[in-house]
């Protein structure tokens, strides 16, 4: 027993042992190196370029720094100074030269090469024809997102992309050649796409994080005319139904494609009462003028059983 | 004959007359909706025997007052889905050709005289958008919406007004007339968009480029050889990024943000984006690289550069705080504008032309807008009602003696 005792003692002193070292040597090595912010700028942005010496080893040290060789005497004994990216592509080397008071010499160097890494999201939920802009993800519908490296035109193919939403990586990890990616849009109002992009090398190139915002489907109604086609200045509140007849298209902005195109839920209703569908599409309704004039509540309502929250409910007033 | 002869002849008439009527009205109920309608003739039947093509020969004519004195004109009543400004050659008379919404049909308008001439009676039922080639030969429409779009190329002859037409098989996002007189499409793919050019006399495509994302808004230089430009169809809650397209070379210009659109020539780009909850608009020169405010706010889809001009650009913008959900609630129609026009120039001041509310009394939302021969006449479209104006930028003063 005793001599388990004494064992067991001396294997935790080991552990402890090795533990303190790491930690001593990390306190007592710090790395000096020169930090960049951000740290894969664009070219043309701005980059603050900061000397990192938290040991104070260069204490009293004349401070120069140097942009391609050339000295920017602004920055001279300065912790930090601001360069500009150059252009797409371009390297260019910053430098630090650190003159101890002790007659001794440090020189840091760190390299910029700017690139383009942009994300191109196009969310797979629906927007009518006329509308010149993008839909918006909304919860449970598909997004895509393009991963755009532009040096002199588009980059290679040989590249290995790390895609991460939120917290999870996609695809189980890194992927060469990968550049494009699908998923589902998550509960909640925003979710967070974050991209590594790294050469075979395992260097990184470039990284990148974008917000998505994730919003609720919302219908908008717009008069079709036979002649001319659907009208592009949607019915605010309220129509009137001068003719004998109205056509109305519901558009349920950013709700997700393939519930637009097989809806489990897609339902005019006047007055309260529903409007059977009698063929066509199930976004458009023509309305008749019958008996006295008044005015009518017209309501529509589509939605997928599955995932309620891909759905909208809205309605205009028809004044007749 | 005598007088009582013809009272009876009268007497008689009348009498078969009201027979015709009371038998119309007892006894002659219709059978069907056939018989209670009358066939228009607008397209969007349900009549399998109907070709949806039909020739009217009723060649109407009307004028446009060109000799008023007022330099902001409405050129149509009728809704327009495409125009150009074209002379035969550099002697004649420039003559603007439009195309009508929904029926495709083609007119022309002599910009002296004013006389308004129908160029193509050949209807393609549901035409909702068109290009017209510079000489007036040749139309591109669209026909329907979404994946019942149709696109057709209709070939014109001002001279004897027959036209022929010929289908396209592709999944066009937009189109262009190019100085060429052909015409420049950008296609749908499956994870792509290809630029094409279109040669309508010898009926061959041409592929320019491919870009690989498909949500692709493209503004289309003026020739096929131009610059292109294109970035993802802009929202004010995703970015956006711009490329430029130039022969086979794709470049990323510095040049992004959310809500951001942009239009270029070869020398500068007119680009917006939202900025810290503000809506702005900048010019960036090409050759310099420099940003600058452009001096009015405004979306760039309501900007167009001249043709001769390199510097110039004319941009329509209104007095309205443009607010965070720029430009989404314009694409939707919830905003609308009423618009001035204005020169903007790289090497001058931005100089208002015309605030066309105030000379018109009408809101106009423009868009399209189109600088004519010399830049004398600025050709835009009121969103709203989707008419034709003109401005005369430059106008000849007649002097009376």
Known sequence: MRLLFIFTLLFTSLHINVAFAQLSSSITNPELAIELQPEFPRPGEIVTANLNDYSGGTYGANVNWALDGQQIPEASNQRSTKVTAGAVGVTQKIEVVLDTPQGGKVVLTKNITPVYLDIVVEPQTRVPNFYLGRALPSVGSTVNATALVSSDGFMNPDLVYTWRLNQKVLNGGPIRGLNQVSFTTPMGTEMSLHLQVTDLQGNVIAKRSVSIPSVSPKIRFYEINQLFGTSHRPISDSVALIGNSITVQAEPFNLDSRVYNDPDISEWKINGSSSGNIGGSPYEVTLQRVGVSGTSRLLFHVRDTKQVLQGANEGIQINF | ?401
């Not at chain 2, 309608?37 to 004028?63: C, H, K, P, Q, W």
Request: charged share 20%.
């Open chain 2, 1 to 401: 004959m005598k007088r009582p002869i013809f009272i009876i002849i009268g007497i008689v008439i009348v009498f078969i007359l009201l027979l015709v009527w009371v038998y119309m009205l007892f006894f002659n109920t219709p059978q069907n909706n056939d018989e209670t309608f009358a066939d228009l003739d607008i397209g969007d039947t349900t009549d399998t025997n109907y070709d949806g093509i039909s020739i009217d020969n009723n060649n109407e004519e009307s004028v446009v007052d060109f000799s008023s004195p007022e330099r902001l004109r409405q050129l149509t009543t009728k809704p327009i889905i495409g125009f150009t400004e074209f002379s035969e050659n550099a002697s004649s008379t420039p003559q603007i050709m439009y195309a009508e919404a929904g029926t495709g049909h083609v007119y022309s308008i002599d910009t002296v005289s004013g006389e308004e001439v129908r160029i193509s009676a050949v209807t393609i039922p549901s035409s909702q958008a068109a290009e017209i080639t510079p000489d007036g030969k040749f139309m591109m429409v669209r026909s329907g919406e979404g994946i019942a779009s149709k696109f057709i190329i209709q070939t014109l002859n001002a001279t004897s007004g027959e036209a022929s037409n010929q289908e396209i098989n592709e999944s066009i996002l937009n189109f262009s007339a190019s100085e060429e007189n052909k015409f420049l499409l950008a296609v749908k793919t499956n994870n792509a968009t290809v630029g094409k050019v279109y040669d309508p006399i010898n009926n061959s495509f041409q592929t320019l480029f491919t870009i690989p994302f498909r949500d692709a808004t493209i503004d289309w230089g003026y020739s096929v050889n131009d610059s292109h430009y294109a970035y993802p169809k802009t929202t004010s809650q995703l970015e956006s990024f711009l490329f430029e397209i130039k022969g086979n070379k794709t470049t990323r210009l510095p040049i992004d943000g959310y809500g951001m659109s942009a239009v270029g020539d070869e020398q500068m780009v007119i680009y917006s984006k939202q900025s810290n909850l503000k809506y702005e608009t900048f010019i960036y020169n090409k050759e310099s690289g420099s940003v600058n405010f452009s001096g009015i706010v405004t979306i760039p889809e309501k900007c167009q550069f001249s043709r001769n001009t390199p510097e110039l650009a004319i941009c329509a913008q209104s007095f309205v705080d443009l607010g965070p959900d720029i430009p989404d609630s314009w694409y939707a129609g919830d905003l609308s504008f009423a618009d001035s026009l204005w020169e903007v120039s790289t090497l001058s001041p931005t100089k208002l032309l015309v605030d066309t509310e105030e000379d018109s009394g009408r809101e106009i939302d423009i868009i399209n807008i189109e600088l004519g021969k010399d830049d004398a006449n600025i050709y835009f479209v009121n969103k709203n009602d989707n008419t034709l104006w003109l401005y005369e930028r430059t106008q000849e003063v007649t002097t009376i003696e």
